[in-house]
């Protein structure tokens, strides 16, 4: 088991710059969750997809953030443009869930993003 | 005031210590989660639970409904036991996990 596979590991651009995250899922499973954590407000959940389907994405903080899944092994966080408050570790986490409620997530490694 | 409140937010141990963490929170939740996060960053889901206690090792973790608490216990703590330790609750309106902000431990040999 390969686990969650999150690229890239880190990220430094400028201003401005398009940031695309990717994160590749446990096989099987059926949730994929997207996470940022900063020092300032610890982890927050910014959007979640169920069988592909965005399900909640209340906490996307703004209109440059995007999020997609085209296939239950893909998924991407786009920022556009990026600006330096955007600077964060973003996590992606997938579970395996098939009506049975809530279960344990599995965390990638997360990619570390730096906006100068 | 945070749904989910972690104390202490800062623990410092001696090997061999029982150590605890509490976690409260004020919402109505379907699980509760504990998580570790070492100081490479990575996230490992240690319980997930809604009721009684479970055990992994030396572990435990523990959650009241009632009093909307819960606690993580590492018995016999090692150095490597150091990490970020943090409480996530499942709340009853959906799937989002909401976040304590975390209790560092440091266990010194």
């Known amino acids: 088991d390969a686990g969650v596979i999150q690229s890239p590991r880190h990220e430094v651009t400028e201003m401005g710059q398009e940031v695309t995250l990717r994160c590749k899922p446990i096989?099987?499973?059926?949730?994929l969750f997207w996470y940022r954590q900063t020092m300032m407000r610890g982890l927050e959940l910014l959007i979640y997809?169920?069988?592909?389907?965005?399900?909640?994405d209340s906490g996307m903080p703004e209109d440059r953030f995007s999020a997609k899944m085209p296939n239950a092994s893909f998924s991407t966080l786009k920022i556009q443009p990026s600006e330096p408050r955007d600077s964060a570790v973003y996590f992606c986490?997938?579970?395996?869930?098939?009506?049975?409620?809530?279960?344990?997530?599995?965390f990638g490694d997360g990619t570390r993003l730096s906006i100068l | 005031k945070n749904e989910v409140e972690q104390s202490p937010q800062n623990l410092t141990a001696q090997e061999g210590e029982f150590i605890t963490i509490n976690c409260s929170y004020s919402?109505?939740?379907?699980?509760l989660h504990w998580l570790q996060q070492h100081p490479g960053g990575g996230i490992v889901s240690l319980f997930m639970l809604s009721s009684g206690k479970k055990k992994h090792g030396r572990l435990i973790a523990t959650i009241n409904i009632q009093e909307k608490h819960s606690s993580l216990h590492i018995t016999a703590s090692h150095p490597r036991d150091s990490a970020v330790y943090i409480c996530?609750?499942?709340?009853?309106?959906?799937?989002?996990?909401?976040f304590g902000e975390g209790t560092q431990l440091t266990v010194n040999p």
């Open positions: 096989s099987g499973h059926d949730y």
């Open positions: 919402v109505g939740i379907s699980a």
């Open positions: 996530a609750v499942d709340k009853t309106s959906g799937s989002r996990l909401t």
């Open positions: 997809f169920n069988n592909n389907v965005p399900i909640d």
């Open positions: 986490a997938s579970s395996f869930s098939q009506g049975r409620g809530n279960q344990p997530q599995h």
